[in-house]
């Protein structure tokens, strides 16, 4: 899973946009997942102390086939600074539910 950010995330800053790629490992190469079929999607923030945010529904930022999944902080959530993480969790109309790798991000003063 591989994520993008605004340039820098600041403590308080609104509009953050977050946009993070599912990808699964096919014949040793990382490839997208084809989201499209799924039932909805969300991402996941955890905390520098641990603490996992309840998810955000997230949307797809082209049709899901590229795998990437998009949401854009209206709140203000980053609240504290230091080391941050993210995934996305993908629900299937079956019930299954993918959640994926966290990946680390950095939040400043």
């Not at 609104?14 to 989201?35: F, R």
């Not at 909805?40 to 945010?53: F, H, R």
């Not at 230091?82 to 969790?89: E, F, H, K, N, P």
């Not at 629900?91 to 990946?103: D, E, I, L, Q």
């Given at each position: 899973?591989?994520?993008?950010?605004?340039?820098?995330?600041?403590?308080?800053?609104?509009?953050?946009?977050?946009?993070?790629?599912?990808?699964?490992?096919?014949?040793?190469?990382?490839?997208?997942?084809?989201?499209?079929?799924?039932?909805?999607?969300?991402?996941?923030?955890?905390?520098?102390?641990?603490?996992?945010?309840?998810?955000?529904?997230?949307?797809?930022?082209?049709?899901?086939?590229?795998?990437?999944?998009?949401?854009?902080?209206?709140?203000?959530?980053?609240?504290?600074?230091?080391r941050?993480?993210?995934r996305?969790?993908?629900n299937?109309?079956?019930?299954?539910?993918?959640?994926?790798?966290w990946?680390?991000f950095?939040?400043d003063?």
């Amino acid at each position: 899973m591989s994520s993008t950010f605004d340039d820098f995330i600041h403590v308080g800053q609104i509009g953050t946009v977050l946009t993070t790629t599912v990808t699964k490992i096919v014949n040793n190469v990382e490839t997208p997942v084809d989201l499209s079929t799924t039932s909805s999607t969300e991402i996941e923030l955890q905390k520098p102390d641990g603490e996992i945010l309840a998810p955000f529904t997230a949307s797809f930022v082209t049709d899901g086939t590229d795998g990437q999944i998009t949401y854009t902080d209206m709140t203000g959530v980053f609240d504290v600074t230091g080391r941050w993480t993210i995934r996305g969790v993908i629900n299937y109309p079956s019930g299954a539910k993918f959640m994926g790798s966290w990946t680390g991000f950095s939040v400043d003063e």
